[in-house]
């Protein structure tokens, strides 16, 4: 049972530059979100998914698409890389939402440096 | 301000000695939440909490939610250098019967315990 898979686990992009954060799951969840770890700020949501087909805005939506066509990928897409968005992502999925007994499981992340 | 606020941010203890993180809200909490992060990894649940006056217990480590639902506290006992890590909370701060999906974490404590 492989969980939560991010790729890449590292990256490096230039200004300007587009990139997706991939995030599977093969634990049938239908609860995906992607956080964003910064020093200081601890994680941030920004985006979220209950299942295929429906997405929606956390905490820090800006510069950052998703979508949600099958119920076990839920990329991430950078449109237009900047240096503030040089971070750790953390992918993370539940059966049936944060609020339950089991909590998220969360993928091992991707370090993303823009410079 | 963060909303949910832990303390100490940083922690050295010598190993075998008991310590205690704590997390506060300045709102009621609906389904309280401990992850574990080892350095550069994803995060690992620990334990849930949801009652007031709940305590869990999973190894050495134990749990508590007060009665007003507005602060946990995360102790371990005896601690030992694979304790080390980053410990998060994370909570529902805006329980909709139903769920929120938005878990807001705080920033971390920093735990080192020296051999």
């Known amino acids: 049972n492989a969980g939560v898979t991010q790729t890449p686990k590292f990256q490096v992009l230039k200004t300007g530059q587009s990139m997706t954060l991939q995030c599977a799951q093969d634990?049938?969840?239908?609860?995906m979100s992607w956080y964003r770890q910064d020093p200081g700020m601890g994680l941030r949501l920004i985006h979220y998914?209950?299942?295929?087909?429906?997405?929606d805005q956390g905490e820090v939506p800006n510069g950052y698409n998703v979508s949600r066509s099958t119920t076990e990928d839920f990329p991430l897409r950078l449109l237009s890389a900047a240096p503030s968005q040089t971070s750790v992502y953390f992918c993370?999925?539940?059966?049936?939402?944060?609020?339950?007994?089991?909590?998220?499981?969360f993928g091992s992340g991707t370090r993303l440096t823009v410079v | 301000s963060q909303e949910l606020e832990q303390s100490p941010q940083s922690l050295i203890v010598q190993e075998g000695k008991n310590l205690t993180i704590n997390c506060t809200s300045s709102?009621?909490?609906?389904?309280l939440y401990w992850y574990k992060q080892k350095y550069g990894e994803g995060l690992i649940f620990l334990m849930m909490?949801?009652?007031?006056?709940e305590e869990k217990s999973h190894e050495k480590i134990t749990a508590k939610l007060d009665e007003k639902k507005q602060q946990s506290s995360l102790h371990i006992t005896a601690s030992q250098p694979s304790h080390a890590g980053i410990y998060l909370c994370?909570?529902?701060?805006?329980?909709?019967?139903?769920?929120?999906?938005?878990?807001?974490f705080g920033k971390g404590t920093k735990l080192s315990v020296i051999p």
């Open positions: 993370a999925s539940s059966y049936s939402g944060p609020t339950n007994n089991y909590g998220y499981t």
């Open positions: 634990m049938n969840h239908e609860y």
């Open positions: 998914s209950v299942g295929a087909g429906i997405t």
């Open positions: 709102k009621t909490l609906y389904g």
């Open positions: 909490l949801q009652k007031g006056g």
């Open positions: 994370g909570a529902d701060l805006a329980y909709s019967g139903a769920g929120s999906y938005q878990l807001t």
